[in-house]
């Protein structure tokens, strides 16, 4: 079995990982960002003791195997059946309620589990050990007649159940008659009897996200693909600030043993860019106007000092790095980091970032508030920096910690930025502003073609100046800034297959770094990579190496951040946004159309 065949359940609030044999074994409470009650998937086996283990959240059935775990369909409910060796059968659904009730949306950080006997006498256990602190402690606990409260430091969780308290407390083993059911959120008393509240908020939630789905603008193929991304991509957005995670985990090392162990529990601008501009293309526009107002908060409270790169997911500008010295790390592959440095790095993407989620808003009139003349001067601001920026040394994409250089597809971001408030200021019949910004674009765009063209190579390269080659380089198609005819182009795609090419996948560039060589494919460079053989209109090959990609996600159809160069096994944080929003756009530009279907 993959250490990474977890299947992820959440409501945009707060989200849990749960593995094949229904064990809990990630849970950041109350929020994405919170200290995780449930932490064994990053502990080793070792680590992790025998009856003293803690940190997850899981039953005892002796002698089960999993006979099937799949989400309901086009839904984030998920089901796990088990089975003994004696023919008892079990099913566990686990869920986070998101529905609206009294005209808003209802969704705390809550997670329900229901267990229902499907066949024959089972007899179970529930044994729910919370921890504390970044797993340096167990949480303690506070029995009522029908809850238990775990606690310990800021943290308090309540369950609420109607299985039996001492049961529960001493992991005693009983006969499962027909159901039991645990509500497992705030410390506050639950409004009404758990079988009937796990009914109820079990119907609202499968009848919100079957109705959301019907919603999506989905292509003609691969539909499950698209349906299954859109739906972890919206559990990836906080509700609360319209804030958009990386991923739901922290320091899941990119390759083994590799130290590049980082946090992504926070809103990078550049990854909320391609979500946003995923879910758009499925007539998402909630998400991206949600989204809107986090980025014009952090606008209004930079005042005119520069973007940062990422953000908490409550506008947070400093997310110190620290050692987690209670978990020895995901199979023992430490160490486990909370918090991100990369918040203090330069990166002059993010200008880019910022203005290009916010594009769409004054184009399309669906919106609530379509965007206006307020708007367009923010992100003018943002114009501003990037003009004066782009062509200064940063970290560039791939966070490099050690050295700065002129990085390519910075200022290919700030170009787009430029470009981009060109086209808004003509929506806005603003003929100067337009042609104001257009002349900063075509300054930017030769700046690039003359600093970032290699002859040697016939490649655009990653720096300027330089002679390597990274796989944001493949961007320049889908940015539009060059037309896929452009023998610039193809050349780049030429060269970015010579040199970053691993079999069905791409590494991210070919050069050390902080860490030495890259040992692990990035999975969304290979997603880059199939996106610009379909532009140049090598389709078949990139319906080849679509589906090679489909086959290695996890069961569930979920994906890493990275894949071993083999392909066997995926590594990184989990699951990973940039490699979802890839799937949908990939699936969306190589799928027939609808009307050559039939």
């Not at 206006?372 to 004066?388: K, N, V, W």
């Amino acid at each position: 079995m993959s250490h990474l065949d977890l299947g992820l359940v959440g409501n945009s609030r707060t989200s849990a990982l749960i593995d094949k044999e229904a064990r809990i074994v990630w849970w950041c409470y109350p929020h994405f960002d919170s200290n995780p009650l449930c932490c064994s998937l990053l502990r080793s086996e070792e680590s992790k003791g025998a009856d003293g283990a803690f940190g997850f959240i899981d039953l005892l059935f002796d002698g089960s195997r999993t006979v099937r775990q799949a989400y309901q369909r086009n839904s984030a409910i998920l089901l796990t059946r088990l089975q003994d060796a004696a023919g008892n059968v079990i099913e566990v659904t686990d869920f986070s309620p998101r529905f609206y009730l009294h005209g808003r949306m209802f969704a705390p950080a809550m997670l329900v589990r229901v267990i229902r006997r499907l066949a024959g006498r089972p007899r179970i256990g529930l044994r729910v050990r919370p921890a504390i602190n970044y797993g340096q402690a167990r949480a303690a606990t506070r029995c009522g007649a029908h809850h238990v409260t775990y606690y310990g430091g800021a943290q308090s969780m309540r369950l609420t159940t109607d299985a039996s308290i001492t049961a529960l407390t001493e992991e005693r083993l009983f006969f499962l008659h027909d159901s039991v059911t645990l509500l497992m959120g705030p410390d506050e008393t639950v409004d009404g009897a758990p079988r009937e509240l796990g009914r109820s908020f079990y119907e609202a939630t499968a009848a919100y996200w079957h109705r959301w789905v019907r919603n999506l603008a989905i292509p003609f193929e691969w539909q499950d693909v698209v349906i299954r991304s859109a739906i972890t991509l919206k559990l990836n957005a906080f509700d609360d600030t319209g804030a958009i995670v990386a991923a739901v985990t922290t320091s899941i090392p990119e390759s083994p043993d590799s130290g590049r162990n980082w946090d992504y529990r926070y809103c990078w601008l550049r990854d909320a860019y391609f979500v946003v501009n995923a879910l758009n293309s499925l007539g998402v526009t909630a998400t991206m106007q949600h989204y809107l107002e986090y980025i014009l908060n952090i606008i209004a409270d930079s005042r005119d000092m520069p973007l940062q790169p990422v953000y908490g997911i409550r506008r947070e500008t400093t997310l110190d790095e620290w050692i987690a010295p209670g978990l020895d790390g995901y199979r023992g592959m430490g160490p486990v980091r909370v918090g991100n440095l990369a918040y203090s790095q330069v990166q002059n993407d993010v200008f880019g970032a910022a203005i290009l989620a916010s594009t769409h808003a004054f184009f399309d009139t669906r919106l609530e508030r379509p965007a206006g003349r307020q708007m367009f001067a923010d992100l003018e601001r943002l114009g501003e920096q990037a003009i004066r920026c782009a062509l200064q040394p940063d970290a560039g994409i791939w966070e490099l910690r050690g050295a700065r250089r002129v990085h390519t597809f910075s200022v290919l971001m700030c170009w787009a930025a430029c470009d981009r408030l060109a086209a808004i200021a003509r929506r806005l019949k603003l003929p100067h502003r337009a042609r104001r910004w257009s002349d900063e674009a075509a300054h930017l765009h030769a700046a690039i073609i003359d600093g970032a063209w290699n002859p040697a190579l016939g490649s655009l390269v990653s720096t300027f100046g330089g002679d390597r080659l990274d796989a944001s380089l493949l961007l320049i198609g889908e940015f539009q800034f060059l037309p896929a005819d452009d023998p610039r182009f193809i050349g780049t795609l030429r060269a970015v297959e010579r040199f970053l090419q691993r079999g069905d996948f791409l590494i991210r560039y070919n050069e050390a770094d902080d860490f030495g060589q890259p040992d692990a494919a990035f999975t969304v460079c290979t997603l880059w990579w199939i996106l610009a053989l379909a532009r140049t209109g090598e389709r078949e090959r990139a319906r080849e190496l679509f589906e090679r990609v489909l086959s290695r996600r996890n069961h569930l159809g979920l994906l890493s951040e990275d894949v071993s160069l083999d392909g066997r096994e995926m590594w990184g944080n989990f699951p990973q946004t940039y490699s979802m929003v890839g799937l949908i756009q990939c699936a969306s530009r190589l799928s027939i159309p609808w009307d050559e279907a039939y």
